[in-house]
């Protein structure tokens, strides 16, 4: 019963050759996120779709962007992926947010996609 | 500039003891903080949170204790149990920002059977 569903799992790619990361989810949650998580290091937040509004924070690289086509997919591109872009990459949905987090709700996280630099 | 720490990386508790894991956070704003729990080849999952109007959440095992003026709070397990074995991660969001979640670089328990 998968909620959240990431592919690959694994991505291996070159230095520089653009990469997509797909996310997809069943729960018809109305905000998806993109996090990044670097070995050791806290998950840390690119940006987030609420609804088809896109919201990106402000130390995110121009180098990745995403796309929301529909309520269920968003998808992460690394346009000319770095050796300091491999990481990985969690994909988080929430019905809502603010009100619902502080009401117990949360984000739910898929598995995550590791991706190598080569 | 880390606004959530978690300064064990890792943590070994022998099964039936309690399991103490800690969290440190710099910004004032934080109103509102979870912990979630990761196992391998799995997302994080949450396991409880705390608004900043208390200083104490219950749910079976696991106690969460916030202490505002020290800016600290503290995850409890009893008792702790293999199953319980995993990545905690600490998180927190501000009112301004609450879609945010801040998360700690998270804290490896393993409980020793």
């Known amino acids: 019963d998968a909620m959240v569903i990431q592919n690959p799992r694994y991505q291996v790619t070159q230095f520089g050759k653009p990469v997509t990361l797909s996310c997809s989810q069943t729960?018809?949650?109305?905000?998806m996120y993109w996090y990044q998580q670097k070995s050791s290091q806290a998950p840390k937040l690119l940006f987030h779709y609420y609804d088809k509004d896109f919201n990106n924070e402000a130390d995110t690289p121009d180098n990745f962007q995403s796309r929301r086509p529909n309520t269920s997919f968003c998808f992460l591109d690394i346009r000319s992926p770095g050796l300091g872009d491999a990481a990985m990459y969690l994909c988080?949905?929430?019905?809502?947010?603010?009100?619902?987090?502080?009401?117990?709700?949360?984000?739910?996280f898929g598995p995550g996609t590791r991706l190598l630099v080569l | 500039d880390q606004q959530v720490k978690q300064n064990s990386p890792s943590l070994s508790v022998q099964e039936g003891r309690i399991s103490i894991l800690n969290c440190d956070y710099t910004?004032?704003?934080?109103?509102?903080f979870l912990w979630y729990k990761k196992y391998p080849a799995e997302g994080p999952t949450f396991l409880i949170s705390i608004s900043s109007i208390k200083d104490k959440n219950e749910d079976g095992r696991f106690t969460v204790f916030l202490n505002k003026s020290a800016k600290h709070l503290s995850l409890h397990i009893v008792p702790s149990q293999p199953g319980d074995s995993a990545v905690y991660f600490c998180?927190?969001?501000?009112?301004?920002?609450?879609?945010?979640?801040?998360f700690g670089s998270g804290t490896r328990l393993l409980v020793r059977p």
């Open positions: 729960l018809n949650h109305n905000v």
């Open positions: 998180a927190a969001s501000e009112v301004d920002s609450s879609y945010k979640l801040i």
């Open positions: 988080a949905t929430s019905r809502d947010w603010g009100v619902d987090l502080r009401g117990g709700e949360t984000q739910y």
């Open positions: 910004n004032s704003m934080f109103d509102y």
